[in-house]
Nanobody, 123 residues
Framework: QVQLVESGGGLVQAGGSLRLSCAAS????????MGWFREAPGKEREFVAA????????SYTDSVKGRFTISRDNAKNTVYLQMNTLKPEDTAVYYC????????????????WGQGTQVTVSS
């Protein structure tokens, strides 16, 4: 089992920044891929970014490229999502997820999920 706990959400004005954290525990994560997803009211959960725990490979959805950065701290077993130049359309509940296997943008491929953290961007 892997436990994931997100933090760092909040209310920010358009153009501002937030950093989300996802603390992972329960297993050695060297073979895991970690992802961030988001779900806005009335919309499906969508992929935001992913990172491999054992190398530097990353993946982003087009709408956040150049604004968001995913990273991880192996010593702290924590994954981060630095979000800059936030837009109102980034408003959503953000979830951290983990899976064993290759990188994936599909939420159905992820085995473990955090409880989510709300991000609200005002215009």
């Amino acid at each position: 089992q892997v436990q994931l706990v997100e933090s760092g959400g909040g209310l920010v004005q358009a153009g501002g920044s937030l950093r989300l954290s996802c603390a992972a525990s329960g297993r050695t994560l060297s073979n895991y891929r970690m992802g961030w997803f988001r779900e806005a009211p009335g919309k499906e959960r969508e992929f935001v970014a992913a990172i491999s725990w054992n190398d530097m490979s990353t993946s982003y959805t087009d709408s956040v490229k150049g604004r968001f950065t995913i990273s991880r701290d192996n010593a702290k077993n924590t994954v981060y999502l630095q979000m800059n130049t936030l837009k109102p359309e980034d408003t959503a509940v953000y979830y951290c997820a983990a899976r064993v296997g290759g990188m994936s943008t599909k939420y159905s491929k992820y085995n473990y999920w955090g409880q989510g953290t709300q991000v609200t961007v005002s215009s």
